[in-house]
């Protein structure tokens, strides 16, 4: 009586320790297939963003292309670009309504900053030294690093520097000043045109007071270059002007997610209808009833 | 009686019930559970197989993702390097040929704190087509400055396996002369003279850097357009441009 208790005890023991060994790998073989499902999504997934913001940014740069910076031209019906700003501030840019934007969603955030408004390396000045101290460096290497940027790019037969990570060539320059100073230098720039300078570089460029100012009309959305003329009395001259130029640091950003893209575009604008990147047989976006002679030329 | 027979059956049904698997019981259905078991255990190493396998493509489409990603990053970021020829002639660093071309990027696949110098060319394979390389060396310290300078390549990644041809032609103005001529000619002439189509693009000897590169991987072409600004970089070395 007691062997056959015994008997179906181990009977019972080995259905449930095989189950127990069949649920495990059941188990396991779901864990494994969801691990790698989730991975093939969120690869497929990342793809879809990249190849949508690939695309999104050849619409922003044929908007960018197309439309009048300075005015909210309303005859063209075809733009969807808000009012600009050249000093990084964000504008969002409504999407057309494409299945190839989904991944994206509706909007973009798009920060537009004029290349001529930051410090160039090119030509390094006391400007180059404030920056770095306000980044930290100390004062003594600020000026020799400066010092070694100027006896560089000045040395006989030498080379402009033409991409930024370039200056680690310079001696005593390292990569972590460049990270410092990346966002707000660029090796691009003409005359300098310091209305569209960044928020950042304002209390290197302004008296205190003035950038703080600036910065404040700036998030109000109360700021133009006519601002930037009564509180600097800078008016500009024939030579140098307050629009922006042709180069700008375009940072398109995802807002759900994340996905960032940065370029510096030359966009080669031909008076207020830009020329086009491309040299076909027509060169400007002649449209005459929308654009007259004296609207194309006005500006040149 | 009937009751004592009555309860005397009823106890040995009882009993009887309590005697659960017998030896014989037990053992066939150890050796039928183990058979299940056995093709379980089949199946399951059938399906690990066949998941890894699939997984090993994944994970190699994965790769192949990856780095086609971080090429094509540093095609965005090409731009037109200027350097001295032995003359002390500036022109530019780029050297495209109907097998491949070199160029310089403002990063490097590597590492996107530093420019590079890479290259993307053809080679043949086992299977009497071509596969797709790409190659680069990063500057990081030292200078480009010379065209004749020797750089150490590595990072050698295969974008494509297996093509039955790639070939590749640069998009650009003849030379620097014409260029000129067709900046001159803006805002006069309604039609003026257009990039043409070249089989090989020496930036040196046309002191010019192509608009664009199409690389034509039997039939999938593969466009990358590049920065229209070689004029404005050489004005910055020569005073008649």
């Known amino acids: 009586m007691y062997n056959r208790r015994s008997q179906q005890g181990m009977a019972l023991f080995q259905v449930l320790l095989i189950v127990a060994i069949i649920s495990i790998l059941l188990l396991i073989i779901v864990a494994n297939s969801n691990h790698a499902v989730s991975q093939a999504q969120r690869l497929q997934q990342q793809t879809q963003q990249r190849l949508a913001l690939y695309s999104a940014i050849n619409f922003i740069d044929q908007q960018l292309l197309t439309s009048n910076w300075a005015l909210l031209d309303e005859e063209n019906t075809a733009r969807v670009l808000p009012e600009l700003n050249f000093y990084g501030y964000p504008v969002t840019v409504p999407l057309p309504e494409r299945r190839s934007y989904d991944a994206l969603g509706q909007t973009l955030e798009l920060r537009l900053q004029n290349l001529e408004s930051l410090i160039s390396v090119n030509s390094p000045g006391n400007e180059l030294a404030a920056l770095l101290e306000r980044r930290g460096v100390e004062p003594a290497r600020a000026q020799r690093l400066v010092s070694e940027l100027r006896a560089y790019t000045q040395q006989e037969q030498s080379l402009h520097l033409q991409s930024i990570w370039d200056v680690q060539q310079v001696p005593e320059w390292t990569r972590e000043d460049i990270r410092l100073v990346r966002d707000v230098v660029t090796t691009r720039g003409g005359l300098p045109n310091y209305v569209h300078a960044p928020d950042a570089l304002l209390p290197v460029l302004l008296r205190s007071g003035v950038a703080a100012s600036i910065s404040a009309m700036r998030a109000s959305g109360a700021y133009d270059q006519s601002r930037y003329s009564e509180l600097t009395n800078d008016y500009g001259d024939m030579v140098s002007n307050f629009f922006p130029g042709s180069e700008q640091r375009v940072t398109l950003t995802a807002p759900i997610s994340g996905l960032t893209s940065e370029r510096d575009m030359n966009y080669d604008p031909y008076g207020l209808t830009p020329l086009t990147r491309y040299y076909g047989t027509m060169q400007r976006r002649l449209d005459p009833e929308r654009y007259s002679d004296e609207w194309n030329d006005n500006d040149n | ?241």
């Not at chain 2, 065209?147 to 050698?156: D, E, I, K, S, V």
Request: charged share 20%; hydrophobic share 40%.
């Open chain 2, 1 to 241: 009686m009937g009751r004592h027979c009555r309860h005397a059956l009823t106890q040995r049904t009882y009993t009887d019930r309590q005697h659960g698997f017998t030896l014989v019981e037990t053992l066939i259905s150890l050796v039928l559970i183990s058979l299940v078991m056995l093709s379980a255990a089949m199946a399951y190493q059938y399906f690990t197989q066949n998941w890894q396998r699939n997984q090993s493509n994944f994970l190699d489409v994965r790769e192949n993702y990856r780095t086609w990603q971080l090429v094509h990053q540093v095609t965005d970021a090409i731009y037109p390097k200027v350097v001295f020829d032995d003359n002390q002639v500036p022109g530019f660093y780029f050297l495209g040929r109907d097998d491949g071309f070199t160029g310089v990027a403002s990063i490097s696949a590597q590492d996107p704190s530093t420019s590079a110098v890479f290259r993307i060319f053809r080679e043949p394979n086992q299977n009497n087509g071509f596969r797709l390389v790409y190659e680069e060396a990063t500057l990081g310290q030292q200078a480009l400055q010379r065209a004749g300078q020797t750089l150490p390549f590595n990072f050698r990644r295969i974008l494509i396996e297996n093509a039955a041809s790639i070939s590749f032609r640069y998009q650009g103005w003849q030379n620097i002369a014409v260029r000129s001529r067709a900046i001159a000619a803006e805002g006069f002439e309604e039609r003026i003279a257009t990039p043409e189509w070249f089989s090989d693009y020496d930036g040196m000897e046309r002191s010019l850097h192509p608009l664009a590169i199409e690389i034509n991987a039997a039939g999938v072409v593969w466009f990358i357009t590049l920065p229209d600004s070689a004029v404005a970089e050489l004005s910055r070395y020569t005073s008649d441009v």
